[in-house]
């Protein structure tokens, strides 16, 4: 098994639909590597009761953390018709995470994580 845990932002507003009569959440979670100082952003998915917790308590630049298992989403670019690939993250448990309330100048210049225009968001 491939497990993980992120903490990071949600980027936008989690998507909810369904499959098989079970609710889907799709969301993008941005990560702040402290050592590069830079995001990067993963894929997640979550199903049942912990979709439907996230799309009631979680919305665009919230704090998240996030557990479940990893592997990759796989998809046709429509535009260049070339296959695309991207590492997904299936939530199986997620929680709340204290917004950082430290003053330090690396962490406020994080503080606008979930404020990125969508063209800044790799997916």
Do not use: H
């Amino acid at each position: 098994m491939k497990n993980a845990t992120l903490v990071g932002k949600m980027v936008r507003d989690p998507v909810e639909g369904s499959w098989q009569n079970t609710t889907v959440v799709n969301f993008t979670v941005g990560v702040r590597d402290g050592y590069k100082k830079k995001t990067e952003f993963f894929k997640c998915c979550a199903f049942g009761k912990t979709a439907e917790f996230i799309a009631q308590y979680f919305k665009d630049g919230q704090p998240i953390s996030v557990n479940g298992d990893l592997g990759f989403d796989e998809w046709q670019d429509k535009e260049t018709g070339k296959k695309r690939k991207a590492i997904k993250l299936t939530v199986s448990s997620c929680t709340f995470t204290p917004k950082d309330t430290s003053t330090t100048e690396e962490t406020t210049t994080d503080a606008d994580l979930g404020n990125l225009p969508a063209a800044d968001v790799p997916f």
